[in-house]
């Protein structure tokens, strides 16, 4: 029987593999990778996982729960329609700054693992976040603070590409913080980038 092993160990373990999934991408990352970076053999590796499969399962899991769990309190609570709108916005940003790896994997390997059964509930947790925009943006609608003539596949689209693609360029710590870039993206995505007279 392998040893119990403390949660921090496990979750240094997973933040480094998340660091190199994310670098390297997780086809190109070996096990071995891992424990070199890690400072162990692969062998003590399998204490804890039982494969890089396991670990970047434990890793997209992890940050969506809570990610999701975020967007449902927003939904259900009491802001105003554009306020939830604004505070998704900012709840997006906030995750990839605490969570930039993870989001970087979700970005750049969704397609490849959905190749496989285990991870078929990323197809779901995408359905989700279609269902969570999809919700506040006819949530402004109906309460007349966006315009009625939205697409809004399109719109949801465009916040989704928008938002998530900035994990490729956001480095934490950085010249702007990842709340006032929330606060610029909502001023093009709100008032758009004309100069008003």
Excluded: C
């Amino acid at each position: 029987m392998p040893e119990p092993v403390s949660a921090t160990r496990r979750e240094e373990l997973l933040a480094i593999a998340a660091g190199l999934f994310a670098e390297k991408g997780f086809k190109n990352t070996t096990v071995r990778d891992i424990a070199d970076a890690a400072g162990i053999l692969s062998g003590s590796l399998y204490h804890h996982f039982d494969s890089k499969e396991s670990m970047v399962d434990e890793i997209l899991q992890t940050f969506q729960t809570e990610l999701f769990g975020q967007y449902e309190d927003i939904i259900a609570g009491d802001l105003d329609p554009l306020a939830k709108l604004e505070r998704a916005v900012v709840v997006s940003f906030e995750t990839i700054d605490k969570h930039r790896d993870e989001v970087a994997i979700f970005q750049n390997e969704a397609a490849y693992l959905l190749t496989f059964d285990r991870f078929s509930y990323l197809a779901e947790r995408n359905r989700q976040s279609r269902e969570v925009w999809l919700t506040l943006l006819q949530g402004g609608i109906d309460a007349g603070v966006l315009r009625d003539d939205l697409d809004l596949e399109l719109t949801y689209r465009f916040i989704r590409d928008t938002v998530w693609v900035a994990v490729s360029w956001y480095r934490p710590g950085g010249r702007h913080t990842h709340t006032e870039i929330a606060r610029q993206y909502l001023s093009i995505l709100l008032e758009g980038i004309h100069h008003h007279a």
